[in-house]
């Protein structure tokens, strides 16, 4: 069985910061990419940021600059520094990865259970 378990939420004042983390369970052959996912109170689940196994990061507009999107492959870490954050950064943020559990399965696709981030005025 695989799991996604993140930390790293809370309550953070407008302009401060948090870091999450992410740390894939499990037994696991192979991570592919990896995200980090938002919702907020109404709105769809979007993509924040991804990594590649690679490294190689991209990010949405309006958090570019100010998140930092990072792993460690030996750990199976996933995290994401945010900065500088606003209140419209406030939802549910969820860790996503394709991952493979042995070396004859397929990558299959797999969602953390979210970790709250608020951010106050």
């Known amino acids: 069985q695989v799991q996604l378990v993140e930390s790293g939420g809370g309550l953070v004042q407008a302009g401060g910061s948090l870091r999450l983390s992410c740390a894939a369970l499990?037994?696991?052959?192979?991570?592919?990419?990896m995200g980090w996912y938002r919702q907020a109170p109404g709105k769809q689940r979007e993509l924040v940021a991804s990594?590649?196994?690679?490294?190689?990061?991209n990010y949405q507009d309006s958090v570019k600059g100010r998140f930092t999107i990072s792993r460690d492959n030996a750990k199976k870490m996933l995290y994401l520094q945010m900065n500088s954050l606003k209140s419209e950064d406030t939802a549910v943020y969820y860790c996503?990865?394709?991952?493979?559990?042995?070396?004859?399965?397929?990558?299959?696709?797999?969602w953390g259970q979210g970790t709250q981030v608020t951010v106050s005025l």
């Open positions: 996503n990865a394709d991952i493979t559990r042995a070396t004859w399965s397929r990558p299959q696709n797999y």
């Open positions: 499990g037994t696991i052959f192979d991570i592919n990419t």
């Open positions: 990594i590649t196994s690679g490294g190689s990061a």
